[in-house]
C-alpha cells in the first residue's frame, strides 16, 4: 500500500511540475511580445496592458491576443495586439498591433485567457 501511495504521489508531482513549466513557457512568450511591443512605442505612450490576455498553442508557435492602451495625440485609446512567438516563447516570429479591443468569443480562432500576474 505504501509504495502504491509513493508512486501516486510521484505522479502527481510529475504532472504539476509540467504543468508549471508550461506557463513557464506561456510568461515568457507574452514577456517576450510585451517588451517588444514596449520596444516599438515612444516612452510617452505610457503604455498599459490589460491584466487578462488571451492565448492559442498551436505545434509550431504561440499566439497571444494583448489589450492594451497608450497616449496618442492626447487621448487614451485602445490597441490590441496579435503577438507570435516560437513554441518557447523565446523569440517574436510576428507582432501587428492596431487600434480597438480584443473580445473572447468573437474571432476564429479558439483561444484561453489567462492572467499575467
Keep these: 500500500m505504501r509504495t502504491l501511495s509513493n ?8 504532472g504539476a511540475a509540467g504543468t508549471a513549466a508550461a506557463n513557464t513557457v506561456v510568461t515568457r512568450g507574452y514577456d517576450t511580445c510585451i517588451d517588444d511591443l514596449e520596444a516599438s512605442y515612444p516612452r510617452h505612450a505610457k503604455l ?25 495625440d492626447g487621448d487614451r485609446v485602445g490597441l490590441k495586439t496579435l503577438c507570435t512567438t516560437d513554441r518557447f516563447g523565446r523569440r517574436v516570429l510576428l507582432r501587428e498591433t492596431e487600434l480597438g479591443r480584443w473580445i473572447p ?6 483561444v484561453e485567457e489567462v492572467t499575467s500576474r
Design 7 to 14: 508512486t501516486l504521489l510521484a505522479i502527481a508531482l510529475l
Design 48 to 72: 498599459v496592458h490589460s491584466p487578462y490576455y488571451y492565448h492559442a498553442v498551436s505545434a509550431d508557435n504561440m499566439s497571444y491576443f494583448v489589450n492594451s492602451s497608450a497616449w496618442q
Design 105 to 110: 468569443d468573437r474571432g476564429v480562432v479558439r
